[in-house]
């Protein structure tokens, strides 16, 4: 499924968060969107996911208009993994994973066998598969997340969000959750924070600065020290990992100091 | 996905976590509740025995003689029973069911545990309405002079709810902490206009009649009050069992839900003037019963969880019988008076709540 932003602009009294922005995710790819805090990005994937309503601009998702059609119907196709907040109430981590399943479901629809396995087995993808009934407020952020990710994936979602899902999280679980993301072969938009991981996972690459894409492209291409020096405000040498044989990062110093 | 059985492998559940586990404590509840509302109009200031007050309820719906005929027909015994309390009990019991209830939908509306009609300013507004008719009244004003205490009551609290509502979407998206804050700017409003009426009435009588009211009692209980509120609370009892999915996305608050497709700013609008209606029905005829809307589904949660689907069920019947037992004692712990109700509903909930916030360590801004 293919998601098409069109000149998307989105702002907030008088301040404008995102200002024309258009972003294309085609042919299942894995796209990466990066930028420092508060250049919008958070808002920009918002916006795609219905939380906030943009002043102006299109959003496809295949041929539904994200914008106009009920949350419902954009939902069955769509899956989001947010950033993780505490609840006041608590559920059992297989209540939380068959809510995944809500979009699927009508009023008196009950859980089937069917929706069972897809819970199990979503649970099973992010290594949970014992946890199906521990309370979600005893977990740690890591596991939340994982079964935040169990959640979306048990909405078969054909394309994914990902709004910086690795924050406060061990490396281990954000390479795990990225890896079985990357492994789901549909199209993804995932908001990220750390370079080097975007460069590895992703398949292209936008690049935001004060609510504007700057720059857009493959990963290798457009990660030049000139311009995370003037997105980051970050000096830096780009290297090729010698173990990896991946793109590298030395920070050396930020900007300024 | 293709079918296939069941493997074993399936996490183990507690037993009120499989579905017949389920539906038989659902069963049991409803038999208790029964059994409680037969046994609770026993007990007042002429004790009956239990045995005889079954006999005479059922020969009274069903028409089977068990025992001498005579008792069953005619006597005291009958008319108290049948005229007097069990009236009284089916109200404790739908009352119980929707206060429950309406404790149980605000609190996820808002995504509080603390929520019920009380915080939201919803039984204030209803407070001030009763207190208005009472002392003010409209004696004069034609029609409306012959609208009774229970209209006023039920015109405040759809009138607060609704200023609640408009008070915390103004400015945009309503959150439920501007829910929250707008029920305690209500609250303290109609208490402050409600007691300024108090304070300047020249009417003992009625300053007694409003105390009472605002105590809560199902004293005036009877059978041509029992259809109106039944209804309402059998069919949003129903309506809410409906909408279990909403409410459990609900409680993981507004972002989630939209990405699971439910916009929660036109459920939570709907559900709270739903609410709102059946706390104006329910005060109007019993005034103000506190805590039962708190307590009920708190406990129950630790017992179910907080899927809605068996948390509301539970907690409705739980309620039911809560309220009748709670009746029974307000009725006899006194020889000779009896008790406004809700003076012994905070008296057994108050600790109650004390016991489970030391004992689970609620944190109630998220972290449990």
Known sequence: MNLNVDRLCVSFADAHIVNEVSVQVKNKQFVGLIGPNGCGKSTLLKSIYKVIKPREGEVLLGDINVIKANPKQVSRKLGVVGQFNELSFDFTVQEMVMMGRTPHKGLLETDSSDDYRIVEAALAKVNLASYANRSYNSLSGGEKQRVILARTLAQQPEFMILDEPTNHLDIKYQLQILSIVRKLDIGILAALHDLTLAAEYCDYLYVMKEGRVVAKGEPEQILTKELIAEVFDVDCEIYRNPVTGGLGIAYLQAGGM | ?368
Request: glycine letters at 10%; a positive charge.
């Open chain 2, 1 to 368: 996905m293709q079918t296939a059985t069941l493997t074993g492998n399936e996490p183990k559940k507690s037993l009120i976590h499989t579905r017949s586990g389920f539906l038989a404590m659902t069963g049991v509840l409803l038999i208790i509740m029964l059994l409680s509302a037969g046994a609770a109009v026993s007990f007042g200031q002429v004790e009956i025995p239990i045995s005889q007050s079954y006999r005479i309820l059922l020969h009274q719906i069903t028409g089977i003689q068990i025992g001498d005929p005579a008792d069953l027909a005619s006597g005291s015994f009958v008319d108290i029973i049948w005229k007097i309390r069990l009236p009284r009990v089916l109200l404790a019991m739908f009352i119980g069911a929707g206060l429950t209830l309406c404790g149980t939908i605000m609190q996820a509306a808002v995504q509080n545990p603390l929520a019920d009609p009380y915080i939201l300013g919803i039984s204030s507004g209803a407070s001030l309405g009763a207190t208005f008719a009472i002392l003010v009244g409209f004696g004069s004003i034609g029609f409306l002079g012959q609208t009774g205490i229970a209209f006023w009551a039920f015109a405040g609290a759809v009138g607060a709810s609704l200023l609640v509502l408009m008070l915390a979407s103004s400015g945009g998206k309503m959150t439920s902490v501007k829910l929250v804050l707008a029920g305690m700017v209500i609250n303290a409003l109609c208490t402050a206009f409600a007691n300024f009426i108090v304070y300047f009435a020249n009417n003992a009588e009625g300053i007694k009649t409003v105390t009472f009211w605002t105590m809560g009692s199902l004293a005036a209980a009877s059978w041509d009050k029992l259809p109106l509120i039944s209804i309402v609370i059998v069919l949003s009892v129903a309506f809410f069992l409906l909408q279990s999915r909403v409410l459990n996305t609900m409680l993981l608050g507004d972002e989630a839900a939209v990405t699971l497709g439910i916009n929660l700013s036109v459920y939570r609008r709907a559900y709270l003037v739903v609410s709102a209606l059946i706390t104006g029905v329910m005060v109007a005829s019993c005034g103000m019963i506190g805590f039962v809307g708190l307590i009920i589904p708190h406990m129950v949660r630790g017992l179910v969880g907080s899927d809605h689907r068996r948390l509301l069920p539970t907690s409705v019947l739980c309620g039911a019988i809560f309220l009748i037992w709670t009746d029974v004692i307000a009725r006899t712990i006194v020889p000779n008076v009896e008790l406004p109700i809700g003076i012994i509903t905070a008296l057994i909930g108050a600790p109650l709540f004390m016991y489970m916030l030391v004992k689970k360590g609620y944190a109630f801004g998220g972290k449990s």
